[in-house]
């Protein structure tokens, strides 16, 4: 059953009555194991694990917007980005999506994200002068 929305798009192929694979533009990534009845406390979960992924998922699509218009860079760039920034500092990678989110509605950004933030973005700014810096 496919979908699309964000950036690309996703299907889950059931491959057999055990096998489920869940495809996306990004990597293929296999389902969990499905052994006998899910109870509901297991199924809330899941329910819950999921909203909380598309939620995130589509706070780091805003964010990669923002570095695109900004920093005309090209959306896989602005992932590699946020991913660089989440790693170097060491916050989850949608909070740092937050934060540039925030930034683009006029909040501060932190010293150390906006530091890394613009190291990322220069080494992979087409242009290589760093316009709309943003720290």
């Known amino acids: ?13 059931i491959l057999s009555p055990t096998e489920l694979v869940m495809t996306t533009s990004r990597t293929p990534q296999p389902l969990p194991e499905i ?3 899910a109870s509901p406390a297991h199924l809330q979960q899941e329910n819950d ?5 598309v939620a995130s998922h589509a ?6 917007g923002v570095l695109i218009a900004v ?11 946020l991913r660089e920034v989440s790693q170097q500092t060491n916050i989850k ?4 999506a937050e934060t540039v989110i925030g930034w683009a509605l006029g909040e ?11 190291a990322a973005v220069q080494r992979r700014s087409p242009r290589g002068d760093g316009a709309g810096q943003a720290g």
């Open 1 to 13: 059953m496919p979908w699309r929305g964000g950036r690309g798009q996703a299907s889950i192929e």
């Open 35 to 37: 052994k006998g009845e």
């Open 49 to 53: 694990q999921l909203r909380h992924a």
């Open 59 to 64: 706070t780091v699509d805003q964010a990669i």
């Open 71 to 81: 920093h005309r860079i090209a959306p896989a760039a602005g992932f590699e980005v």
């Open 93 to 96: 990678l949608h909070s740092v």
């Open 108 to 118: 501060p950004l932190p010293r150390r994200v906006g530091r890394e933030l613009d």
